[in-house]
């Protein structure tokens, strides 16, 4: 019998998840078939993050115990792809002997045949890195669902100074309009409601046919009006008015923007090459918030980058008291080798970036506590996803601005539905809802008049 069962995991940001998919597009392409069982699998992947420390030993530490699988099952093949395979590359192969092959995120074509090699006894690497692969051609591999994510720009070229994305995953580069269009098409045959945008910096969007991310978002939204569109991320460097008037023009453009801050303080922001300031920064905010009433922030923070005084740590914590994001993503700096931040002496102790970073995260609940509650007796469309996690008395849901509801569950409502809820009460990570009545035209919008 033909040795055709892949496993796949996937750590990560959502473009490692995206890129699974793909991944799984070309090896189904080739008559593999998946299992969500390692144990009956030929194939192992793992496709990998190299973001901070802590995200290379988890999967260090996963290596580890997949070798048993290897020991009971001579001739299974495990690789290491994403992220992780660029950065280590020949390391993972000579210093952990279970590692058979190793590819980088651009060279996932190849991927059936290193996989054929490997079965054959012969160990590979593939980490070279494209200026132009974006697997525009290649129908990625989903299970039917409601959130689907599409990759719209591969690569980094911003170079902030802690980061190793633009290591690993090469220069910029942008897929077709079109072919994102018509990817969205096919997701609204198979009744998909929502989709996602992926790119290390959608903003630098440009397509062949001199489209930017403003363009994509308008095409994206009118192919299907009951399909969300959603994106992730946007630098504030590049984050154009055009951009704002078009998420404000389209209501299943959520209003809701990732932006990254990474810091409250000039000095460390210049150090990191994060190319703007705060006061450039707020006036984006203010902008956003002027053109489409009711946008959410969620950002990025970095707490303790080399030489941040106790001072900067505080302007961090009074960016956060101005914009009030409605969530945060919140990190201890981790020195990557090869970026130009590792030459910086890591001189903030561990305890005081500890210390820091659970001061950034206490204010960011209390905040989020308040902007929740401040939610109460308001209404809000809901995206039906489920039943809620603790019982099936209750389903669960997003809003356009991405905070989770829940609500008491009814025969007539199913995923997929939007449904419109009064906002009852809440807590910093959830809103709960009552009334719940199906809605058959998507207006968010409609929770401004609320
Ligand atoms: N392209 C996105 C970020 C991708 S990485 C952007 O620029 O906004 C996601 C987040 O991980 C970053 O925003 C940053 O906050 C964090 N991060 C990246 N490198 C890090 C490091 N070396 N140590 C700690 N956090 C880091
Ligand atoms: Fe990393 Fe900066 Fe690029 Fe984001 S914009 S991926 S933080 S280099
Ligand atoms: Fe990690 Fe690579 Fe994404 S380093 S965060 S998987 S781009």
């Known amino acids: 019998m033909r040795k055709n069962n892949v496993y796949i995991e996937t750590y990560g ?4 998840v995206a890129d699974s998919e793909v991944v799984m597009g070309i090896l189904q392409n080739n008559g593999y078939a998946f299992t969500d069982q390692p144990d009956n699998a030929d194939v192992i992947l793992l496709n990998t993050c190299s973001i901070r420390d802590n995200a290379e030993q988890r999967i260090y530490g996963r290596l580890g115990n997949l ?47 290193f996989i054929d090699h490997a079965f054959a006894g012969e160990k590979g690497i593939g980490v070279k890195l494209s200026k132009t692969e974006t697997y525009d051609d290649i129908i990625p591999y989903r299970e039917d669902g409601l959130s689907a994510w599409i990759s719209v720009m591969r690569g980094c070229d911003k170079f902030c100074t802690f980061c190793v994305v633009p290591f690993t995953r090469g220069r910029e580069r942008s897929r077709s309009l079109s072919s994102i269009v ?21 903003n630098s969007y440009y397509d062949e046919a001199g489209y930017d991310f403003a363009d994509l978002l308008a095409a994206a939204a009118m192919v299907d009006r009951k ?9 504030p460097q590049d984050l154009s008015d055009k951009l704002l008037y078009t998420i ?19 000095r460390i922001l210049e150090l990191m090459n994060r ?31 080399p030489t941040e005084s106790l001072e900067d740590h505080l302007m961090t914590l009074d960016v956060m008291n101005k914009v009030r994001y409605d ?40 905040i989020s506590a308040e902007i929740n509650n401040a939610l109460t007796g308001t209404t809000d469309i809901v995206l039906v996803e489920g039943f809620s996690k603790k019982s099936e008395q209750f389903m669960s849901g997003r809003t356009d601005t991405n905070k989770v509801v829940v609500f008491p569950a009814m025969d007539s409502i199913s995923p997929g539905d939007y449904v419109r809820v009064k906002i009852i009460k809440s807590t910093s990570a959830t809103l709960f809802g009552d009334n719940p009545e199906i809605v058959d035209k998507y207006q968010p919008s409609e929770k401004l008049t609320a």
């Open 275 to 305: 190319t703007y300031t705060i006061e450039h920064y707020l006036d984006l905010i203010d902008r956003a918030r002027n053109i489409i009433p009711g946008v959410s922030f969620s950002t990025d923070i970095i707490s303790g980058f």
């Open 67 to 113: 070798k048993k699988y290897k020991d009971d099952h001579p001739g299974l093949v495990l690789g290491v792809l994403g992220c992780m395979a660029e950065r280590l590359r020949k390391d993972l192969i000579e210093e952990k002997k279970v590692v058979d092959i190793v590819i980088g995120p651009d060279e996932y074509r190849r991927l059936p045949e």
């Open 13 to 16: 940001c959502q473009m490692n």
């Open 182 to 202: 018509d990817e969205i098409a096919l997701l609204s045959k198979r009744g998909f409601r929502e989709v996602s945008l992926l790119g290390q910096n959608v």
């Open 227 to 235: 399909i969300r569109i959603r994106f992730t991320t946007s630098h």
């Open 327 to 366: 969530g945060a993503y919140m990190f201890k700096y981790s020195p990557r080798e090869g970026t130009k931040a590792f030459r910086m002496e890591d001189d903030v102790d561990e305890e005081t970036k500890t210390k820091r970073l659970q001061q950034i995260i206490d204010l960011q609940q209390r």
């Open 248 to 266: 404000a023009g389209h209501p299943n453009l959520c209003n809701y923007i990732h932006l990254p801050v990474q810091s409250g303080s000039n």
